[in-house]
């Protein structure tokens, strides 16, 4: 990308690196990981006009999601319960938020980390 002129580098985390979400010690700090080196890659590259962000997604309908659900990991009525929006993100959001981070119309974003979550990051009640 450098030898190019520049370029635009989206990487996928989690909320799970942004909150302390039980049960996912492995997966939530892998996430959190992520989401540091999108900082610092941002910061070392931005002389060769390279952005470099991040989105976090919350619970997202995929076959994973629906696999959770089926087995009682997980309940859709707590997610839409959860969520201030009502409900877990499609696909489309998580792709609509890399899109947007990867097009010229963010050419002066870099090293931040999008929620993609309906809300769930700023609605710090938690139920009991």
């Given at each position: ?9 989206v990487n996928?985390?989690?909320q ?7 049960y996912?010690n492995?997966y939530g700090p ?7 080196m ?6 070392e ?7 470099v962000n991040?989105?976090?997604p ?5 076959r994973?999601?629906?696999k ?6 997980v309940s859709?009525?707590?997610?839409q ?10 696909p489309?959001d998580?792709?609509?938020a890399?899109?947007?981070l990867?097009?010229?119309d ?20 938690q139920?009991?």
């Amino acid at each position: 990308m450098a030898a190019h002129g520049g370029g635009k580098i989206v990487n996928v985390a989690s909320q799970t690196g942004i909150a302390g979400i039980p049960y996912v010690n492995a997966y939530g700090p892998s996430k959190a990981a992520v989401i540091n080196m999108t900082r610092s890659l941002a910061v070392e590259w931005a002389k060769y006009k390279i952005n470099v962000n991040c989105v976090a997604p919350c619970w997202t309908r995929t076959r994973r999601l629906e696999k959770a659900i089926e087995k009682g990991v997980v309940s859709l009525a707590e997610i839409q319960k959860r969520c201030p929006m009502g409900r877990p993100a499609e696909p489309e959001d998580v792709a609509k938020a890399i899109l947007f981070l990867a097009s010229d119309d963010a050419s002066f974003i870099t090293g931040i980390t999008l929620p993609v979550d309906g809300g769930w990051l700023a609605y710090g009640y938690q139920t009991i």
